[in-house]
């Protein structure tokens, strides 16, 4: 039998990891010295084996650097995600829950020298008021409202102190108590300046027009996307901007689920802002993920 370059080239690797017996190592030797093909190979196959972990580093710590990099975001995506879950369950458990008139839970009444003082019962956490000066610019109208929470009820069991109304001596006409379900405000102290028909405090509405403003921006930025398509680099910024009104509806959702309508808008507002920015974080952080498991398949 004719001993080929291919024969030859089949034992190099054992050759060069001495698994040859002596006849063998004999005609690979006589073979090599001959043929310059067989020995340029076993050249090559010499130096590729002398120092692979050279030449294998930067791929290997590349990958090693991915794995790192994935690990620790992962991470960060789980404390994100356990913020949000946090504030969220803090959120519901500090929400007010509105105490209706029928528990009297405030009584109004003036103290020396035109101070009004509001006494409240045990079971109030906290209170809103707002006021407003009358028409013929005498004096003011109050709107106030008690209320509680689960937190509050079940956990600490805080007690409101009693507060001044008008702790600059601003003239009281009348104080209303709101019962925040569309029902119509009582009067609770002084005389009612609406005697024919009933005053109703409404819902604010603000969180509906930024809810709208951040769906329309959200709309424009995914047009704007499919656009720029091709071009990498831009889709990637227009990605992130993309991602901000959609964080800010997820905090919206889950703050205030599908109501936009609020009587404690500026409250769930704050928490909405205080949320978005952990979806935010945990949003890039998925995209990022995703163009992984791309870039692997
Ligand atoms: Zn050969």
Known sequence: MKITCNVI???LPLYIEDMLSDDSCAIVESHVTECEECRNHLNEMRTFNVIPVDRNASPFKKIKSTLFKKKILTIIFSVMFSLVLFIVAINFLTAPEYNPYSERSVTIKEISNGLVLANFED??????????PTDDNTGYIYHIITWNSIWNRNVKKSITKNTLINPN?????????YQANGNEDILIYGKDINPDGGIVTLPSLFLAYYATIAIVFAIICGVFMLIVYRNKKVLNISIKVFLLPVSYLLAHLSIRGFISSSYTATRDFFAILFIMIPIYIALLILVNIIRFHKNKS
Not at 124 to 131: K, L, N, Q, R, T
Not at 169 to 177: P, W
Request: with cysteine; proline share 0%; aromatic share 22%.
């Open 123 to 132: 079971n109030v956490h906290g209170y809103d008021i707002y006021s407003y």
């Open 9 to 11: 080239k089949d034992c």
């Open 169 to 177: 001596l601003e003239k009281v006409v009348a104080v209303y108590y």
